[in-house]
């Protein structure tokens, strides 16, 4: 039996992925074969999926309008981008971006059986079906960045221009904030962060110019909430139970 690494937990750590499905047993098929996601069966039957490292987790949900255009947008990483691009285009995904950053590094997009526009990232070394990047739509960079920073005290790279980047709390995936882009404003795609106390976060969030959209208490026993950051995109919070 395989051994597989315990995920890392921690404050701020970007955790959990609702991705929209139209089928979900085709959705985690075409995630497993393509990526090699860990794919489980939840005590009340529900589909999970865990990313090719083990730190991200999620699931695909049914009735939600799928992400066909980048706003947020959540990247994979693979050992080689032109052999997933063949994998991919054989299972009938369409390739909507390709773009060089170098002679080893590439990115590209590509649409899921539910038609989700998600990205690939070719890194040296990096570890195959990882669930690495994530970009967030902005109307200012820096505005959003510091929202980010002050709730959820990710740290930042490159502040005070319009490449800032950030990692989040343990160091797991990493991201940027990007103009042009339609902000995410409901919960289609939908991403989670880990939190001390969601609590504490949601009046965070108010204090900094966002907004809950959806209450603690809407996922019970689960402790989580929604919120808008301040250019309306919709994020998750999760607080992992003692």
Not at 132 to 160: M, Q, T
Request: glycine share 12%; with cysteine; hydrophobic share 40%.
């Amino acid at each position: 039996m395989e051994n597989r690494k315990s995920p890392t937990l921690g404050n701020g750590k970007i955790c959990y992925i609702e991705i929209p499905a139209i089928s979900i047993e085709a959705s985690a098929a075409f995630y497993r074969e393509i990526f090699g996601w860990s794919i489980r069966t939840r005590s009340n039957g529900s589909i999970a999926f865990d990313d090719g490292i083990n730190e991200v987790s999620g699931t695909w949900v049914l009735g939600r309008k799928a992400a066909t255009e980048p706003g947020l947008l959540v990247s994979i990483m693979v050992d080689n981008i032109e052999e997933t691009i063949n994998a991919l285009e054989a299972n009938g995904s369409r390739i909507v971006n390709r773009i060089s950053m170098g002679d080893t590094e590439f990115i590209a997009w590509f649409t899921d059986p539910a038609g989700n526009v998600i990205g690939l990232y070719q890194h040296p070394g990096g570890g195959n079906g990882k669930i690495c990047y994530l970009e967030i739509p902005a109307g200012d960079i820096n505005k959003s960045s510091n929202f980010y920073k002050a709730v959820f005290d990710w740290p930042l790279r490159d502040k005070g221009t319009e490449n800032v980047a950030f990692d989040d709390g343990v160091g797991v995936v990493s991201g940027m904030w990007t103009l042009g882009r339609k902000p995410s404003p409901e919960p289609g795609l939908l991403v989670y962060v880990m939190m001390d106390s969601v609590a504490a976060t949601t009046e965070a969030v108010i204090a900094n110019g966002g907004k809950i959209v959806q209450p603690i208490g809407m996922d019970a026993p689960e402790i989580t909430a929604r919120f808008s950051d301040p250019f309306g995109n919709v994020l998750g919070l999760y607080q992992n139970p003692e």
